[in-house]
């Protein structure tokens, strides 16, 4: 069985930020079948980030738009009425999903396996 793999919203701005390959990083640290995903609400923030931040960060948020079309990434429905983290946290909590991201709070909540970013330039499996 595919484990599902979610994508919070800054995870996903990494290859622009820092010029890490995302998919090929996961693809290499994971030894298993796996799904990709990303809760309805990261499209939100995207453009959010499109709309109301500095050029750099747009570029970012306008390129992991781009990599999530190219990569067929699937869209988990979510209810919108809460924080983006606290979906994702909710969704992993009591199931086999990894949660991929760079949020410290985040991070500290989630008791389970995590992928995040190293010396900023490799990913890995947090326990």
Do not use: G, H, W
């Amino acid at each position: 069985m595919k484990k599902i793999i979610i994508l919070d919203t800054n995870f996903l701005l990494i290859p622009a930020q820092f010029n890490v390959d995302i998919f090929s990083e996961i693809e290499r640290i994971c030894d298993f079948p796996y799904q990709l995903c990303i809760i309805d609400k990261t499209l939100s923030e995207l453009d959010s980030i499109i709309e109301n931040q500095r050029q750099k960060y747009k570029n970012s948020a306008k390129l992991a738009l781009k990599l999530l079309k190219s990569k067929a990434v699937k869209i988990i429905k979510t209810k919108k009425d809460k924080y983006v983290d606290d979906l994702i946290f909710n969704l992993a909590e009591n199931t086999e999903i990894i949660v991929a991201t760079q949020d410290k709070e985040l991070k500290k909540r989630l008791k389970k396996p995590i992928i995040t970013l190293r010396q900023k330039k490799y990913l890995k499996i947090m326990n």
